[in-house]
């Protein structure tokens, strides 16, 4: 007997084949083919745009219609269009350098789509980390398989049926089942994977793509820090960072995790916080902006975060109005500030992807920079201050994927910049040039002309080659 999940790889395998038949079929899309895919696109995104905010709001049982306006579908729109507009550029051959022992041919890069892609895409933004992927492809020229999330089953049934009305299966197809049916799509021998999630979970796709060497973006997560300057605790920095940590009530990927505070500024820092969170949700955790934990085993393990700290001597502070009523909306939790806790702490160690914030104090830059630097290099890092010597030294003694200053999570929605992580944090980039081109293959074309210099380093050697080795090898 074959088991369930034996059909359902079998059935993905086939699937795949028939993508690979019509994508080598047709051969590599014009402008005008991807551009018309693009638009079919960005077309069933607006579409089915209450569709998909009731279906998010329903799997996470509340997020506000304008969260996911703001976060998903602008952000989604944006991009489509930033890769039409910018689409014939990417795809002009690019001329090289020859040097003249080579001299009269011509060199060139053409950018050409790889095939079949896959996309493997978390809960947190199960949107537009499905649908920036799956442009990313499509201006590439390629199709496109997409495993969306098991733990939105709304939103990514909807995705299935909104994307089959736009594009035919061997195009783009969505692929739903749960944690077994992500293992077998990991495996399957994709031309390029693209997986989004925790760095655990990244560890074991890269483990899978390995058996058939399918190239990788991973894009994987961490401790985001976020680093206020002395003497900056003000309006802007508070704003920007409250706006980090609890959008999506804290479940994003580059949420500034924890802070490093001036030791002057503590006490100031924790009283603005806490105004500045009144300010955002004045209704408390019941407020109609506020989005809830996405289930009951993330709320367990956050709730155990802030027991961990509690037993190790952290001061655990709630924060904003009425943070009790936390208790009367499902899978909510309240803001909530950890001063004091320890590198022993668990809500130092993990990624917290959720309202709880850890604050460290230090007393120098190079103190700063010491503590970030002997931990994992993380996918995003913020820094609130002038652009003074301080923060020109955090940049340039510092690696993470991307930064931000001044500001929190506004980097991702830079369609011209890169976005991914380094180490732990992530593999590759997307977005940008660097998206199409990481889903492109880069194949370099040489043309040799009627004109030859290289034929004099043919055999039978002589004085001409003595000549060329003394000029090149000096």
Known sequence: MTTETETDTAAMAALLERQRHAFLAEGAPSQAQRCDRLSRLHATVLAHRADLARAISEDFTHRSRHETDILELVVTVQAIDYLKRNLRRFMRPERRHVALTYRAGRAWVEYQ??????????WNYPLVLVLIPLATALAAG???????????????????????????????????GGPEVGAAFSRLPFDHLLFTGSTSVGRKVMQAAAENLVPLTLELGGKSPAIIARGQVNRRTMEGLTFGKLSNGGQTCVAPDYALVHRDDLDAFAAAYDQTVRRFYPAGPT???????????????????????????AQVT??????????????????????????????????????????????????VIAFVNARPRP?????????????????????????????????????????????????????????????????????QGRW???????????????????????
Do not use: W
């Open 379 to 447: 996918l995003a890092l913020y820094y609130f201050g002038e652009r003074d010597a301080d923060c020109e030294k955090l940049l340039a003694q510092t690696t993470s994927g991307n930064v931000c200053i001044n500001a929190t999570m506004m980097h991702v929605a830079q369609d011209d910049l890169p976005f991914g992580g380094i180490g732990p944090s992530g593999m590759g980039a997307y977005h940008g040039i660097e998206g199409f081109r990481a889903m492109s293959h880069a194949k370099g074309v040489f043309a």
């Open 142 to 176: 390629n199709r496109a398989m997409l495993k969306p999330s098991e733990l939105t089953p709304r939103t990514s049934a909807l995705l299935c049926h909104m994307l089959a009305e736009a594009f035919p299966e061997d195009e783009v197809a969505v692929i739903l």
């Open 287 to 313: 407020s109609p902006d506020y989005t809830a934990i996405i289930n009951e085993r993330h709320v367990a393990r956050l709730d155990g975060l802030l027991e961990d700290a509690r037993q190790k001597g």
């Open 113 to 122: 789509p790889k095939g079949v892609v896959g996309v493997m895409a978390p």
């Open 318 to 367: 709630p924060v904003g109005y009425r943070p009790e009523s936390a208790a009367s909306r499902p899978q909510t939790i309240a803001p909530v500030l950890v001063l004091g806790a320890g590198d022993d702490c668990a809500v130092m160690q993990d990624e917290i992807f959720g309202p709880i914030l850890p604050v460290r104090t230090y007393e120098t830059m190079n103190e």
């Open 452 to 474: 030859n210099l290289s034929r004099m380093l043919h055999a039978p050697f002589g004085r001409l080659v003595d000549l060329a080795a003394r000029l090149h090898l000096r």
